[in-house]
């Protein structure tokens, strides 16, 4: 039986100069639990990292709880283009169900923000 719930490794950013691109060309969200760097693209490529000041241990469980934030709830949203996702020390610690809210509402603000600029112009109606 196939399991549709897991992501797919050949979309994964994994590369250090790819992440460095993306966080240096692309456009940063930030709230009080996670930094989103999301950089305009075709196709959907993402990565996971943590702060490297931290010991090995929080990176790791840090980037495990992007990565599941990331796999249960990427595809409610329209999404293209390549994302960074990085977990801050505090987002280890928190209650999961504000962690989930936190990841969802900065995702909502991301797509409506990446929609708002890609949007395409809808002529006005002409009156005769």
């Not at 490794?9 to 639990?33: P, Q, T």
């Not at 943590?50 to 790791?60: D, H, Y």
């Amino acid at each position: 039986m196939i399991n549709n719930n897991k992501l797919d490794k050949l979309l994964l950013v994994k590369k250090r100069g790819d992440f460095a691109d993306i966080l240096h060309k692309g456009k940063i969200y930030k709230s009080d639990l996670f930094i989103i760097a999301v950089r305009k693209g075709k196709e959907l490529r993402f990565g996971f990292t943590a702060k490297s000041g931290l010991k090995k241990v929080t990176r790791n469980r840090l980037k495990r709880i992007s990565r599941e934030l990331w796999r249960r709830h990427y595809k409610q949203f329209a999404l293209s283009g390549e994302w960074i996702i990085m977990a801050r020390e505090k987002s280890g610690h928190c209650d999961p169900l504000l962690r989930d809210s936190r990841f969802l509402k900065l995702m909502r603000l991301i797509e409506t923000d990446l929609h708002k600029n890609t949007a395409i112009p809808v002529k006005p109606p002409e009156f005769t």
